[in-house]
């Protein structure tokens, strides 16, 4: 029996990955600040990740075969983890995010190498303490934290890239309820300018391949997504055909400086997955699952 602890994951993929963990005859540990119950049959510590203390105290005297944090959000977390997870734990795996290719601009999907976090310049004295900044600067905190744990590793660690999460009547996001509206009522929906399509996931397939990675051996970074990049225009013709005769004609406005609509991109957002088909992990195509998605999502039969 193995002891995996899963730092956050009390929702959405987290809680599948937890789910599957289970199954499969894992240990698991769930640990939070104690705001939500894990489920039956897990157990569970309480405390501050941000806390080194608080942390290390929980922890007490046990061990794991392997850490998955789900809510590693900057270097200060990613050092705090460093450290206190050293000698813990024989794999940690950290859930990164396509966000950390914020500053490339390819019109074919980016590969890992793209971005060595060994070469990411970390910035702590940023106002990482501030939930604002962090939500900001949400991409760059993902980085840093790559970097923080690359940086003369402490132990075997991966961090996976997660595309853009689709699916699950769970979806805590709105996004997919953004377009539902517009489309309902014939609002307009903001569109970038250009608007890029980008890459995407179903909830239930990253939940897989987190819990396929932690049963393998490879360090470092590595893209998860399914085939297949989506436009706003896709989503949006999903999300039309979920609604069947309860919409009006669709309008875009074109948005050149501002905010716009969840899904539109003004840079091309695809990520590379040979890595991970390399390793032995084939991911699905997005049309194997977009309508779905979105009906369950929408609660639509």
Known sequence: MREVLVIGGNRYFGKRLTAMLRAAGDRVTVLNRGSTPPPPGVDHLVADRDDEASLTAALGTRTFDVVVDQVCYTPHQAAVARRVFTGRTARYVMTSTVEVYEYEDSP???????????????????????????????????????????????????SVRVAHVLGGADDFTGRLAHYADRVRTGAPIAVAVPNHSATYIHVDEIAEFLFWVTRQEFTGPVNAASHG??????????????????????????????????????????????????????????????TRAVTETMGVN
Do not use: N
């Open 108 to 158: 074919e999907p980016v590969s890992e190498a793209v971005l060595d976090p060994r070469t990411v310049v970390v910035t702590p004295q940023l106002p990482w303490h501030e939930p604002e900044f962090v939500a900001e600067y949400y991409g760059e905190g993902k980085r840093q934290a790559e970097a923080v744990f690359a940086a003369d590793p402490a132990f075997p660690y991966v």
């Open 229 to 290: 990049p989506l436009s706003t225009e896709d989503i949006v013709a999903a999300v039309t055909a979920a609604l069947g005769d309860d919409h009006r004609p669709v309008r875009y406005q074109p948005v050149e400086v501002g905010e716009v609509s969840p899904f539109s991109f003004a840079r091309s957002y695809a990520m590379d997955t040979s890595r991970a088909a390399s390793l032995g992990f084939t991911f699905s195509h997005t049309d194997d699952w977009l």
